[in-house]
């Protein structure tokens, strides 16, 4: 059983039927708040990806919801090809839940309550929707896209080998993972600066050993705990 959960929990399939309901959540949230003319702010992660799609000439709001919903697809038709089933375990999803928390409690001791999601305020219904969107986006970014463009691009550019390639690439984007907290109103700050370069690596570690799902949960969970402690 040990085997089997650390296989299938960290598949995509795995990792999109966990995060999915936090994708719903955090669109339906901007939704509400944007159409109850509630003061609110988006993910920053969430903004960047629609403006680069807005620079394709889509838009960015409607193409960025249509793709995670193409990809769902996808992940289903190959879940069928490689492990023949679509069953679900529930018992494994809790298990992904319960050890995200952990990480998440993990997280708390060693970053000493520093924000990880970006534009907080004082409004707690938007904290509450940004956590969410953090953990979805910023993963998505830093760790699902960032880390394997730049251990690709490593790989092609310098002949670099694949352990030191991805060594090089967790550095790298933990910096620029740090470094995107402080576009917006939070003054750059050293100590800050380096307590997210090291939950920068440490999220990097969890997305590769766990997958994606494991380490958007540990990451929305840490600014829950953060946000409302």
């Known amino acids: 059983m ?3 959960y650390y296989f299938k929990s960290k598949s995509l399939f795995y990792s999109l039927i966990i995060t999915f309901p936090l994708f719903i959540f955090y669109e339906i949230g901007i939704f509400y708040m944007f159409q109850a003319n ?3 702010s988006k993910n920053g992660a969430d903004v960047l990806i ?3 799609i807005n620079m394709l000439g889509l838009n960015g709001y409607y193409a960025a919801s249509s793709i995670l919903f193409i990809v769902f697809f996808l992940i289903l038709y190959f879940q069928r090809k490689n492990f023949k089933t679509f069953k679900i375990s ?3 999803l809790s298990l992904m839940i319960m050890e995200s928390f952990l990480y998440a409690m993990l997280l708390v001791l060693l970053l000493q309550n520093i924000y990880l999601s970006q534009g907080v305020n004082m409004n707690n219904l938007n904290n509450f929707i940004l956590s969410i969107g953090a953990g979805l986006y910023e993963e998505l970014i830093f760790r699902f896209f ?3 463009f730049l251990s690709k691009s490593f ?9 030191s ?5 967790i550095i790298a984007s933990s910096v620029l993972f740090s470094l995107f907290h402080y576009i917006g109103q939070e003054s750059f700050n050293s100590y800050s600066f380096t307590l997210r370069f090291i939950a920068g690596i440490y999220l990097s570690l969890i997305y590769i050993n766990r997958g994606f799902g494991i380490v958007a949960l540990t990451h929305a969970f840490y600014d829950l705990f953060v946000i409302f402690r």
């Open 50 to 52: 629609e403006e680069f």
């Open 155 to 163: 790989i092609f550019i310098f002949k670099m080998k694949e352990f």
């Open 165 to 169: 390639s991805l060594l090089l690439s």
């Open 146 to 148: 960032l880390l394997f």
């Open 38 to 40: 509630i003061p609110y």
């Open 90 to 92: 529930s018992k494994y």
């Open 2 to 4: 040990v085997a089997d």
